[in-house]
């Protein structure tokens, strides 16, 4: 394939669609939290769980404790490169050959990436599903083992699906509403204790959902975030959940550690002045935090909660009541 500058585009934007695959390929030991995939830092093989994370949204990497992608550039071919200390051509050659592996024809996906006509179908309108669709999804013990009441639990209506779909087997599947209690979508957690060994991701949305358009709870925490003028961000549904069990009514979760537009016009929409910043306290968390609160302190107050204690999901009623009632 001649790399000319449109294929090069393209092959840069499936790779990046497909960046479990490259990782598999590139042998890194991962694991993904929303909007994240972490792991120890594959290009000065660090040791440190998540000193390295690709952001599956903005589709690029990042080395915290070397710096390494100061010397590569930041997108998948400069992890190529890093990786296999490799050049741009030979980078190129290698990802190729990953996402043909995966069945996509460069040149075909380069015609679409360029076509008019086909970027304009593929804008996507928002999809809302009829409540019946709750009816499929049964219930499971796996929160309630984790010390959350069933009752709760139930409210939300989570459960596992007794069918056999693909991307939502053996997951715990959470229906997402917008403002109007609408359900727009759903994000699953997987039941498997060994995710990491087995390499497959802890969290998937349904096809077509966009997290940075939704924040999880908005339709429950509206009234509460109107009546104190303040919400509490979280990266995801455990741990409003566990804010909830605490009687704690105004948190919303953002899907990973970055706040979108999006997102922040929901919460003005309701009414928020005051914004805690709650995500989980490993590296990435505290980056993620720092950048939520860089993106947000344009249009609210905003302050961080350092969570010592770890992930808001793993605190105690008492804790969490200390820490944010």
Request: net charge neutral; hydrophobic share 40%; charged share 25%.
């Amino acid at each position: 394939m001649v790399m000319n500058r449109k294929k090069i585009e393209t092959l840069r934007s499936v790779a990046s669609e497909k960046i479990f695959r490259i990782l598999d390929s590139l042998r890194v030991d991962y694991r993904e939290r929303y909007q994240y995939v972490t792991a120890a830092c594959p290009i000065h093989n660090g040791d440190r769980e998540d000193a390295w994370s690709w952001h599956l949204d903005k589709e690029v990497w990042q080395c915290f404790s070397r710096g390494c992608h100061d010397r590569f550039n930041k997108d998948v071919f400069g992890l190529v490169m890093g990786v296999l200390d490799c050049s741009f051509p030979d980078a190129c050659k290698f990802v190729e050959s990953v996402v043909e592996s995966a069945g996509v024809d460069i040149d075909e996906a380069t015609h679409l990436h360029t076509n008019k006509q086909f970027v304009k179908r593929a804008k996507k309108e928002t999809i809302v599903y009829a409540e019946s669709a709750l009816d499929k999804l049964l219930y499971h013990s796996y929160l309630e083992g984790r010390g959350y009441p069933r009752g709760l639990i139930e409210s939300y209506h989570i459960g596992v699906t007794s069918e056999g779909y693909k991307q939502m087997s053996n997951r715990l599947i959470i229906p997402v509403r917008n403002l109007y209690s609408q359900i727009v979508g759903f994000t699953g957690r997987t039941l498997f204790p060994n995710w990491k060994d087995k390499k497959i991701p802890k969290w998937v949305h349904s096809k077509g959902f966009v997290g940075g358009e939704n924040l999880f709870n908005i339709d429950r925490a509206v009234t509460h975030i109107k009546e104190t003028q303040q919400s509490i961000l979280v990266e995801g549904p455990l741990d409003v959940l566990r804010l909830e069990h605490a009687g704690i009514h105004n948190s919303v979760a953002i899907f990973g550690r970055r706040l979108h537009n999006g997102q922040i016009a929901l919460l003005a929409k309701c009414g928020a002045q005051n914004l805690i910043v709650a995500l989980d306290a490993d590296t990435a968390g505290r980056s993620g935090a720092e950048s939520a609160f860089n993106t947000a302190k344009a249009f609210f107050n905003v302050s961080i909660v350092d969570l010592k204690d770890g992930d808001v999901g793993d605190l105690t009623i008492e804790r969490a009541r200390e820490i944010f009632a």
